[in-house]
């Protein structure tokens, strides 16, 4: 079954560098998401991404992240300069349909980042 | 800001017996509803979903209903395995919106 995969899957950084975190998407899907949940929190929304652009942000995607879909199979998420608060698991998914189908988004294992 | 909320935290549940698993919303402008699963070091996994035109949709041991002028869906599972242990989270979404919010899920443990 198709699956979406996340690497690494453990990430310590030191505060104010730099950190790529990638995903690849099922092969047919359209859609990109990325999500993160805080220990202890919910899991809640960064980004979404369709046809090489964000589609839709939320207020914790500020100017220090950044998406990209560098070739025709990865999607990564930056942070330029990491703070304590970014630690937590991030999680990307993707989705073949938007509003109006099913909106059933599948998603990788996540990866989780310690910023120390 | 608790679009989605799920007041208990865990729940225990006997094997062969019903988990009822319980949800409450307020924004009326969301439309589809959906249930994840979540393992330890695993992301969500897709359950089952409602729409809000319907009262109540049923996949194999799962049923979802819901009941819009309480804002309030519950998650059925019967009868309950010991594979069923894992977090469930209840999530919405609203037309037109990308995004899937997410209660804060539901721990549980199915008892031998």
């Known amino acids: 079954e198709p699956e979406v995969t996340q690497t690494p899957s453990h990430q310590v950084t030191q505060m104010g560098q730099e950190v790529i975190l990638r995903c690849v998407p099922i092969?047919?899907?359209?859609?990109f998401y990325w999500y993160r949940q805080i220990l202890g929190q919910k899991v809640e929304f960064l980004v979404s991404f369709y046809n090489n652009e964000i589609s839709e942000k939320s207020e914790i995607f500020d100017d220090q992240f950044s998406v990209e879909r560098p070739d025709g199979s990865n999607f990564t998420l930056k942070i330029r300069s990491t703070k304590l608060e970014d630690s937590a698991m991030y999680f990307c998914?993707?989705?073949?349909?938007?509003?109006?189908?099913?909106?059933?988004?599948?998603f990788g294992p996540g990866t989780r980042l310690t910023v120390l | 800001d608790q679009q989605v909320k799920q007041n208990s935290p865990s729940l225990s549940v006997q094997e062969g017996r019903i988990s009822i698993l319980n949800c409450d919303y307020t924004n009326s402008m969301f439309d589809y509803f959906l249930w994840y699963k979540k393992y330890p070091a695993e992301g969500p996994t897709f359950l089952i979903s409602i729409s809000s035109i319907k009262d109540k949709n049923e996949d194999g041991r799962f049923t979802v209903f819901l009941n819009k002028s309480a804002k309030h869906l519950s998650l059925h599972i019967v009868p309950s395995q010991p594979g069923d242990s894992a977090v469930y989270f209840c999530?919405?979404?609203?037309?037109?919106?990308?995004?899937?919010?997410f209660g804060k899920g539901t721990r549980l443990h199915i008892l031998p």
């Open positions: 998914a993707s989705s073949e349909l938007k509003r109006g189908g099913y909106n059933e988004q599948f």
């Open positions: 092969s047919n899907h359209l859609y």
């Open positions: 999530a919405a979404s609203a037309l037109n919106d990308d995004k899937i919010i």
